[in-house]
């Protein structure tokens, strides 16, 4: 299919067949190209969780404002992200980058410090008034 008609021609499924199960080869073959998707510096901090769960599917459902489509989809798919993943050893990021642009590692480095403070302070904070409670 041509670029722009897969474009033009796409469209939110609002009704799926309840009866209609996926094979996990179909399932398979949609994550080995939902994870050629694009990340920040390639971090990949994605997590997939998979629900074919007939009584977890009913639950998505409500939480969906009683919406029929994770309901009656054949598989929902939980789409998580690891919001610390830039801290597992963030200056390999820079490593492969030009003498230019490394020369701003320092600069970066602060600032990645500062924000490693933050919530250092932050979960401080958390656990302080957990005590106090
Ligand atoms: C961020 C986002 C959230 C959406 N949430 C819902 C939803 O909860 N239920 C639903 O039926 N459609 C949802 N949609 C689909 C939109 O209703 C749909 O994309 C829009 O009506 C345009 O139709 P089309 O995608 O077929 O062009 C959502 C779309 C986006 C981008």
């Known amino acids: 299919m041509d670029t722009f008609e897969a474009i033009s021609t796409r469209r939110a499924i609002k009704k799926f067949d309840p009866n209609h199960k996926m094979t996990s080869e179909e399932v398979d073959s949609l994550m080995k190209l939902t994870i050629l998707s694009p990340t920040s510096y390639n971090q990949q901090n994605w997590r997939f969780v998979t629900v074919t769960d007939q009584s977890i599917k009913e639950k998505i459902g409500v939480a969906a404002r009683n919406q ?9 798919i939980l789409l998580c992200g690891n919001m610390s993943a ?10 492969n980058h030009p003498t230019e642009k490394q020369e701003l590692e320092p600069l970066w480095k602060k600032n990645m410090l500062t924000v490693l403070r933050i ?15």
């Open 86 to 95: 830039w801290k597992d050893d963030p200056l390999r990021y820079w490593k």
């Open 119 to 133: 919530e250092e302070m932050r979960q401080f904070v958390l656990v302080d008034l957990q005590v106090k409670q």
């Open 68 to 76: 029929a489509q994770p309901v009656d989809g054949s598989l929902v």
